[in-house]
Structure formats: structure tokens, C-alpha cells
């Protein structure tokens, strides 16, 4: 057997790719969250003359009008989920990820120059079908660079990207904004990804053609001597294992969870009542700076949890499903947020909430990879990821209307219960996590051809 300790590292530069590319995919989607508490840009979204002032009235449609823009986007990213995870499982993760990339770069920029909620809708839409890439690509990247036991916590770290792209997001998009106008801030930031572009199309390759690879490290990383079917799987096969289902599950109770977070925690902060102090376009850095560190922290050490349970000699089943457990009772005390007149308090729980979240969300995306071969990981993962998009969709068509009639509490209740239900279900459905094995595809596959 060839131990991690005799091989070369530089599986661990292709998950710092990952990771830049998720930070930049992050940031392009997070711009907005913060650009629509600028009252300038609400105005003009409203066709309201600059010289007015807004009314409780204005500022409770737009909030319903942002909501039916961030479904837009979730219907977008839901459609591309699957197309692209389709697409990269037939084309290579190269083409596939560097096509998604070009697609919500130049919605970003294009951004720029909308002048109404019905452009803004578009724009977004636009941009969720390019975004939609990135995990499908990232998750299967894992799944051929890395061996079972070291993908939890390889997931965690390129999932780091995440919170990485909203601090970015929340230290420098207020700068641009109250410096050069709200219309800097989608330019400037949709450029990165030509950048990101560049970097993987000249960096990437799958390990049996990179020749920086040494022969010891492509051994260690084919270890688990896992060989991937040399067909194509249709979504509907694939939705014929439970273990698609379990996935999907996790992704539609907690996804939207988390975007609901991504698109509506600098109102939340900006407009909260309750709060003994309010923030605004001066003031995100430091909180979002703090809550999402410690979401980053999460998500590396919870993707390190599974991994040691492995190590001491836990079955994958018991591993990833304990390690989610601990993340889905972190999360439960967060409707206090709702509740607590306490800044510093709120900003607490939400960082925990937060960084148990990507703790669950590096451990589902292993399930991927733990339970599929690799020719099937980019379609399955997109499968999971649509029906998380299809619950974001749900959550972001109710959300502005929920909290201009009742207030942030519920949706805060709704997000401390959601891990431990879901993580019930998946218990229901897979009370095992075992694999399904490349038999079996290429014998539904030789009876599906006949």
C-alpha cells in the first residue's frame, strides 16, 4: 500500500486552484447582497428620482422584487446544474468548467449596464447558469485527483473558496460602491474570472497527463484501485439509486439554508430593528470578516473530523453521518439571532451556523464521490445540486415576503431545524453509505442497450 507520507504533494496544488476559482464564483454571486442595501442602486432599480426619499413602501417591494431576483437566479443554476453536470462527465472537467466560467463572467460584467429589476433578472439568470459549473467540475476533480480517504477533507478546503469570496466580497465591494458607484462593483469583479479562465485552462489536467506528477503520487491516488465505467449514465438511471436520493435530500433541505444567508445577511444586519447597533456600507468589513473565517474554519475542520474518524478505523457511513450530526445541532441555536437585541451575540450565531453548514456541505459533497464512480461523480453531483436550487428557489420566492410581513425570526427557525431533518431522511433512505458499485452500472448499462 503506498502511504501519503512517500509521495509527492501536488494533488494539493490542483485543490488550490479549486479553491481560487470557487472564491472568485463566489464572489461574482455575492455582489449583489451587499450592493442592494445602496440606496442609489435601489432607486434606480425602482425608477425612483435620485432626489426622493424612499418610502417603507418602496423599500418592501423592492425586498419582494430582490426576492424574485435571487429565484431567477436559483432557476438559472438549477437547469445548469444538470446540463453542465451532464456536460462535464462528456466532455472532460477542462472544457466543461472553463465554459461555465466564460458564461458567468460576462453575465458579471454585463451587470453593470442593467437599469431595471427586469434587466437585474435577466442578468442574474444568466449568471446562474455559468455558476452552476463550478461544484459539478470541483467534485469531480476531487474524486480523480484524490483517494476516498482524503477527499472529505480535500472538499473541505476548496469549499473554503466560499467564505473566502464573501469576506473579499464584504471587505472591498462597499469601497467601489461608495467610491466609484454601485455599477464598479459588478465590472470590476466579473473581470476576475477571465483571469480564473487563463490560469485553468493552462494549469489543469487529468493526473495520467501531468508530467509534474511523480509516479508515487499517481499511485497513491489511484490506491483505491476504483476504475471508472467507460459509458455514460442518463439522469434517470441515476435517480433509480437511493443513493442519488440521499444526496439530493441534503442538498434541498441545506442549500437553501445557506443562500439564504449568502442574499439576505447584510439586510438582516442593515434593517434588523432589534439589533442595538445597524449596519451599513461603512460598516460590513469587520462582521463579515469574523462570521465567515469562522465558516471557513468549519468547513476545513469538520471535512478534517471525517477524515480522522476514518483514520481511527470508522466506516465511512459513521464517520460522515457523525460528523454531520455535530454540524446540524451547531446550527439549532440560530433563531436567537432573530431574537437577541445584541449585535456581538447575532454575529456569534450565525458564525457557528455558518461554519457548520460548510462543515455538512464538504461532508455531502464526499457522498458523491464515496458513493458513485468517477465517470458518474460531475452528474450526480449535479443532480443533488439542482434539487438544493429547486429549494432555493422556494425559500427565495418567500423570503422577501416572509420577512416584510413577519420579521427575520422565521426564517431563522426554518434554518435551525433543517440539518437535523434532513439529516433524518438521508439516515431513512441510506442507513448505509454503500457505494454503487461499477458492476452494476455496466450491467443496467448492457441491458439498457439491448
Known sequence: MVNSTTTGRFRWRIVTLLFLATTINYIDRQVLSFTMTDEVFRKEMLDVSPDAVLTKEATDRFKVLYGDVDAAFKFTYAIGLLLVGWLIDK????????????????AGVLTAFV????????????????????FPASVKTIAEWFPRRERS?????????????????????PYLILQYGWRSSFFITGLLGFLLLALWWFTYSKPERNPKLSADELAYIRSDNEQAPPL???WGRLLGYKQTWAFAVGKFMADPIWWFYMSWLPDFFNSNDALDQKLDLKSFGMPFLIIYVVSDAGSVFFGWLSTQFMNRGWSANRARKTTMLICALCVVPIFFAAQTSSLTVAIALIALATAAHQGWSANMYTFASDLFPKNVV???TGIGGMFGAVGGILLALLAGRIITAFGYLPMFIIASCAYLIALAIIHLVLPKLEPVKTEELLEEFVVGAK
Do not use: D, Y
Not at 91 to 106: A, D, E, Y
Not at 162 to 167: H, K, L, Q, Y
Open 91 to 106: 466532455i472532460g472537467t477542462k472544457r466543461g468548467f472553463s465554459l461555465g466560467i466564460i458564461v458567468w463572467s460576462v
Open 115 to 134: 437599469n431595471s429589476m427586469a434587466g437585474l433578472r435577466w442578468a442574474r439568470a444568466v449568471l446562474g447558469l455559468g455558476e452552476a459549473a463550478n
Open 153 to 173: 477533507f480535500a472538499n473541505g478546503l476548496f469549499n473554503a473558496g466560499t467564505n473566502i469570496g464573501i469576506i473579499l466580497t464584504a471587505l472591498v465591494i
Open 232 to 234: 455514460k449514465v442518463s
Open 378 to 380: 460531475a452528474s450526480v
